[in-house]
């Protein structure tokens, strides 16, 4: 075992043992879970917060995307990838929550989104190798012949090798679903449904941005603007 993995254990470790007494202490204050933070358990199954039961390990990171044209898939990527590299990290050592909200919401949609309302131009994101606009989700699925780099930083490698996508309905509601009720004459609740179907696979929906990367500290996150 490498002295790098040695350390890197030992920290985990530590970090084990301070997160069961912070849990010990919290649960000794009866009635006061409230007001000392500790999150209340959810009082309908309106919104799924079940991901926070999938964060663990030592290493935790919540990479809060507002804006930008995708990179904060990448950096949340590239931060998995370190923490492998350098400490030989394992994937119970360590998580990565990636919120994608605001005007950052039509990266959680598919390539058929993108396409159907010309995201790539409004974006003014260009393929590199044509200079034309692009046509799909840069962090959807990378493109045939790509790098091999290029695949590992889409939201599809990030989900399988166990990062956690949250996407704030605020944005949602405000960016995407009046594409589909405006093209498809649609009311409201039909177009949400349309929009919906649009969604990544493995993107988890949040009532709003804001209160994604906020659970995510209070999950053990350290937090950081990934745009």
Not at 10 to 19: F, P, R, V
Not at 38 to 57: K, L, N
Not at 111 to 124: A, L, M, Q, S, T
Not at 216 to 227: E, F, L, N, R, W
Request: glycine content about 8%; some cysteine; hydrophobic content about 45%.
């Amino acid at each position: 075992m490498s002295e790098r993995r040695r350390q890197f254990l030992g920290w985990l470790g530590a970090s084990t043992l301070l997160a069961v007494f912070g849990r010990d202490a919290a649960a000794q204050q009866a009635g006061g879970a409230r007001a000392n933070g500790v999150a209340p358990a959810p009082t309908s199954d309106e919104w799924d917060v079940s991901w926070t039961e999938r964060v663990r390990g030592a290493a935790r990171a919540v990479f809060d995307v507002p804006d930008g044209q995708g990179e904060g898939v990448w950096r949340a990527g590239r931060w998995m990838e370190d923490y492998r590299g350098v400490y030989g990290a394992k994937p119970d050592d360590l998580t990565a929550v990636l919120v994608i909200r605001h005007a950052a919401i039509q990266f959680i949609m598919d390539n058929e989104y993108w396409k159907r309302f010309d995201v790539g131009k409004k974006r003014e994101i260009r393929d590199r190798d044509t200079k034309k606009w692009v046509t799909a989700n840069p962090v959807s699925t990378a493109h045939a012949g790509a790098p091999t780099d290029d695949e590992s930083h889409t939201i599809q490698h990030f989900v399988a090798h166990g990062g956690i996508v949250l996407a704030c309905h605020l944005a949602f509601a405000a960016r995407v679903i009046p594409d589909f009720a405006r093209a498809d004459a649609l009311s409201r609740e039909e177009a949400e449904s349309r929009a919906r179907a649009h969604i990544i696979p493995g993107v988890i929906l949040q009532s709003s941005g804001v209160f994604a990367a906020l659970r995510a500290q209070q999950a053990g996150c350290s937090y950081i603007v990934a745009s």
